[in-house]
């Protein structure tokens, strides 16, 4: 897969998507294939745009259960091959993209929709610098590559289906509490009535 790939399915080019894309093709590198199916599992620890390449890339998706989040907030991406016990451990370098005020201000004047059309450009053009810069990088000056031995993350389990007495409405059995005596789904349960 090619960057234009993942930026197609992303939406837009941005620094978040070129971390991704670095950190999918290294797995991809390593592991050889694309995932069919749970073979490769990706853990990753934040919520970026850089798991969008990953998913693009790697073949891991929330819908295959092969892609892990854990909300840590970090550039941190592990890859385990199933019935291999050393996983890839992939974390963005802390000097790689320095806290630019510029960049932040324009960034949220832009999200705001108070930015002038020559913030809007001054924006586009010190994201897409920042973006070329990650893909053009030596990987070794853009992360810490480590293997570590773990075993992966189990295969992800299909649950039982339950009916929600409340809204009429299934939901996975391990995701049921109980109101009033009733099995509800989460939503009901919290709803305050």
């Known amino acids: 897969m090619d960057f234009d790939t993942a930026a197609k399915f992303h939406g837009h080019v941005c ?6 894309y670095r950190v999918a093709t290294l797995a991809a590198d390593r592991f050889k294939d694309r995932s069919e199916d749970e073979e490769l599992v990706a853990v990753v620890e934040n919520r970026s745009c850089s798991v969008d390449a990953i998913q693009v890339v790697n073949g891991c998706t929330c819908g295959k259960g092969n892609l892990i989040f854990k909300d840590h907030g970090k550039h941190v991406y592990t890859f385990f091959k199933r019935g291999d016990k050393k996983a890839l451990r992939i974390a963005l370098r802390s000097d790689v993209l320095p806290q630019d005020e510029r960049h932040t ?19 586009r053009t010190s994201h897409e610098a920042k973006s070329r810069r990650v893909l053009e990088m030596p990987e070794e000056e853009l992360f810490w590559i480590s293997e570590v031995e773990n075993e992966p993350p189990e295969k992800a389990i299909i649950y039982p289906t339950l009916i929600c007495s409340e809204c009429g409405e299934g939901f996975m059995e391990p995701l049921g509490r109980v109101k009033n005596g009733k099995i509800v789904c989460i939503p009901c349960f919290e709803a305050i009535k």
């Open 105 to 123: 201000a324009l960034f949220a004047k832009l999200r705001a929709g108070t930015a002038s059309p020559e913030e809007a450009k001054e924006f």
């Open 15 to 20: 620094p978040g998507l070129s971390i991704g």
